[in-house]
C-alpha cells in the first residue's frame, strides 16, 4: 500500500478566529470531493482574458487598456499610477508601461502632481473616450453572453461567492498561524 501525506489543517481557535475574523475552517466544505476550484478560476479568468480581448480588438484595445480607460472615466478623482494599478487590477510596474503606451497612443495624458511632481496624475483624454465608446457596445454584448443562461438571482449569488472568496484570502499572511498536519491514507 502507497501511503500519501494529504495536509489538512487545525481549526483554529475560537480566540484567533474572532481576533482575525476567520471563519471556522472545519465549517468549510470536504475540497477533496471536488475538482479544484481555484484551478477552474485560474482557467475562467484565462477564457474571460481571451473572450474579451476577442471582442475588444477590432475597437484597437485590450481588456487591460478598456479596463484602465474605465477607471478613467470618473474624473472627479485623482488616479495616479499607483491607484490605476489598485483599480484595474494590474502589477504596478506593468500599469507604468502600460500608462506610457496608451499615452503614446494619445488615449490618456500624464501631468505631475502640483503638491508632488514625483507622481503623475492619469487623465482620459478625446480620444480614449472614443476608443471607449466605440468598445463599449462590444463589450458589453460579450459580458452579456458570458453571464449568458444566469438569473439575476444566479449572478448575485455567483457574487456573493466571489466575494467572500476575496474576503478570505485578502490575508494570506495569517495561513502561517494554520498548521499543516500529517494524514496518511492508502
Not at 1 to 10: D, P
Not at 23 to 28: G, H, V
Not at 56 to 64: A, E, M, T
Not at 119 to 124: A, D, E, N, S
Request: with cysteine; proline share 3%; glycine share 4%.
Amino acid at each position: 500500500m502507497i501511503n500519501t501525506c494529504i495536509y489538512t489543517y487545525y481549526a483554529v481557535d475560537q480566540y484567533f478566529l474572532s481576533v482575525h475574523g476567520w471563519r471556522n475552517m472545519t465549517d468549510a466544505p470536504d475540497l477533496d470531493r471536488f475538482e479544484p476550484p481555484e484551478y477552474l478560476l485560474a482557467k475562467l479568468n484565462t477564457q474571460i482574458r481571451e473572450f474579451m480581448h476577442f471582442a475588444l480588438r477590432p475597437h484597437g484595445l485590450k481588456l487591460v487598456e478598456w479596463r484602465v480607460l474605465q477607471c478613467l472615466l470618473n474624473e472627479d478623482q485623482v488616479h495616479t499610477v499607483a491607484d490605476l494599478a489598485e483599480l484595474a487590477v494590474i502589477e504596478r510596474t506593468a500599469t507604468s508601461r502600460l500608462i506610457d503606451k496608451m499615452a503614446a497612443r494619445g488615449l490618456l495624458k500624464k501631468e505631475a502632481l502640483e503638491n508632488d511632481r514625483r507622481f503623475m496624475r492619469i487623465t482620459i483624454t478625446e480620444a480614449g473616450r472614443s476608443a471607449y465608446a466605440a468598445a463599449d457596445a462590444a463589450a458589453r454584448a460579450a459580458r452579456r453572453h458570458l453571464f449568458g443562461g444566469m438569473s439575476d438571482d444566479d449572478v448575485t449569488q455567483l457574487l456573493r461567492i466571489l466575494r467572500q472568496m476575496q474576503s478570505n484570502s485578502e490575508r494570506p499572511q495569517q495561513l502561517a498561524q494554520i498548521r499543516p498536519i500529517r494524514a496518511s491514507g492508502g
